[in-house]
């Protein structure tokens, strides 16, 4: 079964970086592009970065652009969402999710970030 | 951008109705188009994609329809299960874009 898993989240001050990840298990890694999908405390779903099954190309919604890094790393079937300058308003679940075609067809089960001093 | 308006925000409903979940896309996506079902507490699931096209495993209940920049996500004889949020999200271009959700409650 695919599966998808998500770490590092946790409860940083506002400027401080966290790193997230998403571990697959179940799926050839390298041949999905990968996002991350955020949802602060009771709100709807924004998606943040995409990145391909190469890695050479990323997108990020522009409130993250220059702030965060997507990443991955194929032989350790690795996803990885460097957050740097953290503000309140990027606390949210944050969701990886494989794509195919042009859907989201896998998600893990989130992993929350609170930015708050 | 593309923005999605998802309507209505909420509707409530009994068990055995029947349910339609509007999105409108603010330029044409073409099929592009996709749901997903969120529980309390749990990741989105998807639904269906490509617009009308069903998910591995989704009930035949669920259906949807559009093209262009009108799309519709239909429940028929709603569950018990089917209380709950639902996504509308364009796959046309970045930045992907999701609808604000429709949450289905029971009446």
């Known amino acids: 079964e695919v599966q998808l898993v998500e770490s590092g989240g946790g409860l940083v001050q506002p400027g401080e970086s966290l790193r997230l990840s998403c571990v697959d298990s179940?799926?050839?890694?390298?041949?999905?592009?990968m996002r991350w999908v955020r949802q602060a405390p009771g709100k709807g779903l924004e998606w943040v970065s995409a990145i391909s099954n190469s890695g050479g190309v990323t997108y990020y919604i522009d409130s993250v652009r220059g702030r965060f890094t997507i990443s991955r790393d194929n032989s350790q079937n690795t996803l990885y969402l460097q957050m740097n300058s953290l503000r309140a308003e990027d606390t949210a679940v944050y969701y990886c999710?494989?794509?195919?075609?042009?859907?989201?067809?896998?998600w893990g089960k989130g992993t929350t970030v609170t930015v708050s001093s | 951008d593309i923005q999605m308006t998802q309507s209505p925000s909420s509707v409530s409903a009994s068990v055995g109705d029947r349910v339609t979940i509007t999105c409108r896309a603010s330029?044409?996506?073409?099929?592009?188009l996709v749901w997903y079902q969120q529980k309390p507490g749990e990741a989105p699931n998807l639904l269906i994609y490509?617009?009308?096209t069903l998910h591995s495993g989704v009930p035949s209940r669920f259906s949807g329809s559009g093209s262009g920049t009108d799309f519709t996500l239909t429940i028929t004889s709603l569950q018990p299960e089917d209380f709950t949020t639902y996504y509308c999200?364009?796959?046309?271009?970045?930045?992907?874009?999701f609808g604000g959700g429709t949450t289905v409650e029971i009446k």
């Open positions: 179940g799926f050839s890694f390298s041949d999905h592009g």
């Open positions: 330029q044409n996506i073409g099929n592009l």
């Open positions: 999710a494989r794509l195919v075609n042009h859907y989201m067809d896998v």
């Open positions: 999200q364009q796959a046309n271009s970045f930045p992907l874009t």
């Open positions: 490509a617009a009308s």
